[in-house]
T-cell receptor
Framework: DTGVSQDPRHKITKRGQNVTFRCDPI?????LYWYRQTLGQGPEFLTY????????KSRLLSDRFSAERPKGSFSTLEIQRTEQGDSAMYLC?????????????FGQGTRLTVV | QKEVEQNSGPLSVPEGAIASLNCTYS??????FFWYRQYSGKSPELIMF????GDKEDGRFTAQLNKASQYVSLLIRDSQPSDSATYLC???????????FGTGTRLTIIP
């Protein structure tokens, strides 16, 4: 399978705990995006990387959220001190950015439930 | 004003008819336009992209782009029940290089 892979698919955590999600992009893609989606809404941008550099982070994102892409391959998204409002589907996508940005493909997503 | 706007629907179309989905965007610098289909509980799946003004056809799907009007649409011909899903419009541009999504239009094909 050469698509975008996310792990875990589902995560239930207690409020106040930390969680970490992993995304493995399509291998030749240099750009990686993280989005959050709640019911009835479109994907909301969180952050994106070009290779290992984090180029943009949403102003809506609190300091509890951090993302890394240490070697320009897989990425992790960590949420510290989770709150019930963090419950959502967390989506990762990758694309190739050269002269233009090619189409982005999504992983299956990680569904987070904070209880 | 939202950056990318779509009618939330739901849009109901009889099986076999043409479904028309619309999207407007605010950033005139937008360069690339994407349509995704999302089934309930699943992640978005890319179905079409378009860069140039005019029409682009792929099977039963046609994307239409009018940059002057800042408008992009998706037509689905011979609609099938399996086309019932939420359709997301996304835009990308130089200087605003995150993919920005609309809220999606929920489409129901009535057998």
């Amino acid at each position: 399978d050469t698509g975008v892979s996310q792990d875990p698919r589902h995560k239930i955590t207690k409020r106040g705990q930390n969680v970490t999600f992993r995304c493995d992009p399509i291998s030749e893609h240099n750009r990686l995006y993280w989005y959050r989606q709640t019911l009835g809404q479109g994907p909301e941008f969180l952050t994106y990387f070009q290779n290992e550099a984090q180029l943009e982070k949403s102003r809506l994102l609190s300091d509890r959220f951090s993302a890394e892409r240490p070697k320009g391959s897989f990425s992790t998204l960590e949420i510290q001190r989770t709150e019930q409002g963090d419950s959502a589907m967390y989506l990762c996508a990758s694309s190739w950015r050269d002269i233009m940005n090619t189409e982005a493909f999504f992983g299956q997503g990680t569904r987070l439930t904070v209880v | 004003q939202k950056e990318v706007e779509q009618n939330s629907g739901p849009l109901s179309v009889p099986e076999g008819a043409i479904a028309s989905l619309n999207c407007t965007y605010s950033d005139r610098g937008s360069q690339s336009f994407f349509w995704y289909r999302q089934y309930s509980g699943k992640s978005p799946e890319l179905i079409m992209f378009i860069y140039s003004n005019g029409d682009k056809e792929d099977g039963r799907f046609t994307a239409q782009l009018n940059k002057a009007s800042q408008y992009v649409s998706l037509l689905i011909r011979d609609s099938q029940p399996s086309d019932s899903a939420t359709y997301l419009c996304a835009v990308w541009g130089f200087g605003n290089e995150k993919l920005t999504f609309g809220t999606g239009t929920r489409l129901t094909i009535i057998p």
